[in-house]
């Protein structure tokens, strides 16, 4: 069997996109869609809401055409239904998976560990066996700056080292950028990138697709969002006595159509289409040069903005987006948070030609339009 190649136009290849109708999947199916790319979806809804795919195919304006609607194709499955993906990779000339599907709660997961090692690690291993048997072996992982643990140095590079992830959620990613790495040294015909992403919020600036967490949020944008909008009363500040600038948390946020553009970077690298060529770095293993240009070895790289922002500057530039103020109590720390965390961006800049655009107003700005406008996510009321 022919391994399937990128190294040809976007309308000529079809991308498997799993979790596409989660937060980071479907900004990510709208930007492969203006690329013009075909997209076939798997979801298993766990997380996520069908509804998040009629809104893809407004923004992208897929019409009723057979050929528009045969862009955007959605299967209810999950990774783990070995038999469900056969039948799709059977109907669809798929080139490469840009894999999001995995459950992501930190404190879930330290509770429910077997079904996060299960969904997250048995998934990725049914997806990787069933692509490979169709000859299908460029991946594209959803990773993340957990894998850093409380980072050695900040800003983070690619080359600062892994840490021991404090829980099964960020044990999964690490383990995971570890198989993927080992299945290209096994067979040097797969094609990986490993993008750790920092802190993704914000939505697009439609306002039909964003964020939509089940139950109480976990994380502060989404927090914050349902606080503007009347759902919460008062967000909890965890911790005001961190070495930073004013004593709470340093993330680095990064608005969710920048991070799903990064994506689009990365099989434009895979592709041979960006980049100068051997990945760098020491977790990159550089492939022999094939004549097609499209095998890249395994790529990684760090996607944020590169800025610092604090729990109270998250909080202030929601307020500039809502118009109000926002009330908040200082609370003590939370359990496995670290003071800090920001990328260095430089190796996305030079080997993916990719940079984050949009600033933190932008994202709260954007994250607001779509929380005031679906105050109850994708459900109605
Ligand atoms: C968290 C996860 C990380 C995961 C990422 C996915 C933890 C410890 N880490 O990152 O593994 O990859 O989400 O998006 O859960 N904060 C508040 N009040 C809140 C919520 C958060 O003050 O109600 C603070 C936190 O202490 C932190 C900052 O806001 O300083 C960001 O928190 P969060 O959005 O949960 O992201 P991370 O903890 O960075």
């Known amino acids: ?51 998040a795919i009629d809104r893809i195919r407004e923004i992208a304006g897929i019409g009723p055409s ?20 056969e039948r799709i990779f059977e109907s669809h000339d798929i080139d490469a998976i840009i894999h999001f599907a995995g459950l992501k709660a930190v404190g879930e997961s330290v509770a429910k560990p077997l079904e996060y090692y299960w969904n997250n690690v048995a998934g990725t291993l049914v997806l990787c066996r ?3 048997a169709y ?30 992830a404090t829980n099964p959620y960020g044990q999964t990613k690490s383990m995971l950028e570890r198989i993927l790495t080992d299945l290209h040294i096994g067979d040097p015909e797969w094609n990986v990138v490993l993008l750790r992403y920092f802190n993704p919020i914000g939505a697009h600036e439609s306002g039909l697709i964003g964020e939509d967490p089940k139950g109480l949020p976990n994380n502060l944008v989404p927090y914050v969002a349902q606080v503007a909008v009347g759902r919460l009363a008062s967000v909890g500040v965890f911790g005001d006595d961190y070495p930073t600038p004013d004593g709470t948390g340093v993330r680095d946020y990064i608005h969710v159509v920048d991070l799903a553009r990064g994506h689009v970077a990365a099989l434009d690298w895979m592709g041979g289409r960006v980049g100068t060529g051997a990945p760098s770095g020491p977790d990159a293993i550089a492939a022999e040069p094939a004549p097609c240009g499209s ?25 500039r987006a809502c118009g109000k103020e926002l009330p908040y109590e200082i609370k003590p720390r939370r359990a496995g948070d670290i003071a800090e965390n920001y990328a260095a961006c430089d190796k996305a800049r030079e080997e993916l030609g990719w940079v984050a655009e949009y600033d933190l107003d932008r994202m709260c700005a954007d994250s607001w339009r779509w929380q005031s406008t679906n105050p109850y996510g994708y459900e109605e009321a």
């Open 1 to 51: 069997m022919t391994n399937k190649s990128l190294a040809k136009a976007p309308a000529d290849t079809c991308i498997l996109v799993t979790g596409g109708a989660g937060f980071i999947g479907s900004h990510t199916c709208v930007e492969l869609l203006e690329r013009g790319y075909s997209i076939v979806i798997v979801d298993d809804l766990s997380n996520s809401n069908a509804k």
């Open 66 to 85: 057979a050929e528009d609607q045969a862009r955007v194709v959605f299967y209810e499955a999950s990774i783990l239904d070995e038999p469900a993906l």
């Open 130 to 132: 069933v692509a490979r």
């Open 135 to 164: 000859g299908v072996k460029n991946i594209v992982f959803s990773s993340s700056a957990t894998v850093y643990g409380e980072p050695a140095f900040v800003p983070i590079t690619e080359e600062c080292p892994k840490r021991e």
């Open 295 to 319: 095998r890249r070895g395994v790529g990684v790289f760090n996607l944020g903005t590169g800025t610092g922002s604090s729990v109270l500057d998250v909080i202030h530039s929601y307020e």
